[in-house]
């Protein structure tokens, strides 16, 4: 790839390789002890000295692996592959993701199309996930793992890579399965002893940090590149350079796909550098000037509409400030904080002003999160949330389920204005100094003055429902009021017109706003029927009652244009390694949005045995 070709190397690299590792007389690999025999020592030793012979295409190929080889190992461990096997990839492709032999075997681990779909791998016009150096990874453990399940020897299992396992079983019927300890001789098939000079020359090579870092990066749902790009701040071209797997520019959601982003990649120019020096001269690092310095590539996310990047494993403020390319000061004040502020790992930062609010009305604590974890979580102002919430500079002590206003104030008291009802029948509304205009200013309050309330006087009944009104309250000069019906839920008049009510035990994770949501009701009506405190936590098995809204009789005085609401049916999902947002939405039979509303999900990720709310329509 053409980033290795630009890769700084220092000349002390260079130089370390112009003498050749020797081969040793005794090998570990895979758990087993190899002895060298001496002819199979020269002919290793010859394979060591060429790899090792060009010092500039040996370190190219030692910084490829230096950037891939953390991937490969972390899928290795998962699968339970020995370590071992990753010098086989440069062997096979010396790590060039669109590497094509004679024998149209294709990517970073050689695979033809048919065992490459038999390892679960994709191959069409649209996606070779030969070239995805997770999947073809993945695809080489299992096709080593299911050989070795013969032999019981992986120096076998090696050597199926290249002649398949019937071959292997022809070539060596049942000697040393299960063996341990083995000699490697002249007889030792070429294919294994060719694999050892590989290990031999690259393993001392790759100490030290790459120039260039990967991350994984999986979206979830269906994206062209380009959406990627822009969501990462990368070019589509580089981003296609990494990922040579994606053939038509999308990417599809059929499955799990994990894209590869580079990180901090230099500018220098690898021809321009001298590869070697000579033997036993004492050798100083080449700096290469760079005609352009180009902007680090930092991925990052949109929360709440503004950029925030991941802060890395003990990472300084000073160093995500240059790493972002923004002024400490303006990264300080974006994330509320202060210059000696430690940053947390994989906690997100904000490289721009957060918002005034969010896109969710509440939040419930987690165990350990605080008011600022939560501003980071949704990407609103500290300020605007102890505003609404109202809490002074010096937060008080806050509780694990309690909820978080987050896009309008919390009322000061935790009961509404209810719909009173006079001796005629009337209803008589009380309107207290202070109510919410939920389309004014970042949810701020609108103060009227207090308003004489006169009972309203019953009408006829009228042959077509009369709806009421759920429209928010508007600010209305008190001397044009005489009489005024207050902008109260539907269910407040069910309260006293006549209704059903239920009973909700609460489950593990729910809070006050998905109950609501359930059951088409708000949380200050639940608040209300069961006298709760907006900040103070709701406990798993804790019964709430809900009034939801039945029909009443066309030929009552007054009548309400609803439908009855039952109670839904809710299950959980735990979570497995292969599920997506998609899938289990897919599964279900629901959007993936919903399944993010009743999960409280601000992102598509999801964990190995997470649960899932479900609820079933």
Known sequence: MRFFAVALIFF?????????????????????????RDDARREIQADVDALTRSPKHFNIKAERAKTYFPTIEKIFAEENLPDDFKYLVLQES?????????????????????????????????????????????????????????????????????????????????????????????????????????????????????????????????????EVAEQLSIEEAKLLEYNKWILKGNIPNDKKYVLLIPIGETGADVS??????????????????????????????????????????????????????????????FNDITSDHQL???????????????????????????????????????????????????????????????????????????????????AVVQISEETFDWQGNEG????????????????????????VSEAPVQKVPADTIKAVVAPVSVIDLIEKIGGTEKKHIVQQGETLYTIAKIYAVSVSDISRWNSLNLQQPISPGLSLKILVSEPVAKNETTVLATETTTTPSVSYYDVKSSDTLYSVARQYGVTIKELMDWNQKTDFTLSVGERLRIVQK
Do not use: C
Request: glycine share 6%; hydrophobic share 40%.
């Open 12 to 36: 002390g690299v260079a130089a370390s390789y112009a003498q050749a590792p020797e081969v040793p007389h005794k090998m570990q690999f895979a758990g087993m002890t190899l002895t060298i």
């Open 94 to 226: 010396a790590l060039i993701p669109d590497a094509v032999s004679v024998s149209d075997a294709v990517g970073f681990w050689q695979f033809k199309d048919f065992t490459a779909m038999e390892m679960g791998m994709r191959v069409d016009k649209e996606i070779d996930e030969r070239k995805n150096l997770v999947s073809a990874s993945r695809g080489a453990a299992r096709y080593l793992k299911k050989n070795n399940t013969l032999f019981d020897n992986w120096l076998y299992a090696l050597q199926s890579y290249q002649m398949g396992a019937g071959g292997v079983q022809r070539s060596v019927g049942e000697k040393n399965y299960g063996a341990k300890n083995m000699d490697i001789t002249k007889e030792t098939y070429w294919y294994v002893k060719k694999f050892l000079a590989h290990k031999v020359a690259f393993e001392g090579a790759l100490k030290g940090e790459p120039l260039v870092k990967v991350m994984d990066y999986q979206p979830g749902v269906a994206l062209s590149t380009r």
């Open 272 to 333: 321009k550098l001298i590869a070697a020096s000579p033997k036993n001269q004492e050798t100083k690092p080449v700096v290469v000037a760079t005609t352009k310095q180009e902007k680090p590539l930092v991925p990052r996310i949109f929360i709440n509409g503004v950029p925030a990047v991941k802060a890395l494993q003990g990472e300084k403020l000073a160093a995500l400030a240059a790493r972002t390319q923004v002024k400490l000061s303006d990264l300080i004040r």
């Open 344 to 426: 947390i790992a994989n906690q997100y930062y904000f490289i721009a002003r957060k918002k005034g609010k969010g896109e969710k009305p509440f939040h419930q604590l987690a165990k350990n999160e605080d008011l600022w974890l939560v501003s980071q979580l949704y990407g609103i102002q500290l300020k605007k949330l102890r505003k609404f919430n109202r809490m002074q500079q010096e937060e008080k002590s806050l509780q694990a389920g309690t909820t978080v206003w987050l896009n309008a104030k919390m009322p000061r008291s935790n009961s509404t204005s209810p719909v009173m009802m006079a001796d005629n029948g009337s």
């Open 444 to 467: 701020e309050p609108v103060k009227t003055e207090p308003v004489k309330m006169e009972p309203v006087k019953n009408e006829p009944a009228k042959s077509e429902p009369v709806k």
